[in-house]
Nanobody, 119 residues
Framework: QVQLVESGGGLVQAGGSATLSCAAS????????MSWYRQAPGKQRELVAS???????NYADFVKGRFTISRDNAVNTMYLQMNSLKPEDTAVYYC?????????????WGQGTQVTVSS
């Protein structure tokens, strides 16, 4: 089995910063794309940023220039550095990992971590 453990988040003042991490552990051959999603109350889950195994990143327009996604393949961990946070960034943030075993690619979601930005 593969598990994801998220950490970070909490209550942050507008304009502040926070860092999220997502660590994968278990039995897998490789980890492919890693992504951060978020879901605000009453809204659909949306993609925030993603990073490939080669380190190529992609960002949603609403976080470009403020958030940075990264990963450390040596420890199977992904990070999201969030700067210049706004109240509208308030949401539950989820990591998603695509990992491979010897046969298939699988999608796995983290448990989610709350980020609340106060004005």
């Amino acid at each position: 089995q593969v598990q994801l453990v998220e950490s970070g988040g909490g209550l942050v003042q507008a304009g502040g910063s926070a860092t999220l991490s997502c660590a994968a552990s278990g039995h897998f051959v490789g980890i492919n794309d890693m992504s951060w999603y978020r879901q605000a109350p009453g809204k659909q889950r949306e993609l925030v940023a993603s990073v490939t195994a080669a380190g190529v990143s992609n960002y949603a327009d609403f976080v470009k220039g403020r958030f940075t996604i990264s990963r450390d393949n040596a420890v199977n961990t992904m990070y999201l550095q969030m700067n210049s946070l706004k109240p509208e960034d308030t949401a539950v943030y989820y990591c998603q990992v695509k990992y491979s075993d010897y046969l298939y690619e699988h999608d796995l979601w983290g448990q989610g971590t709350q980020v609340t930005v106060s004005s």
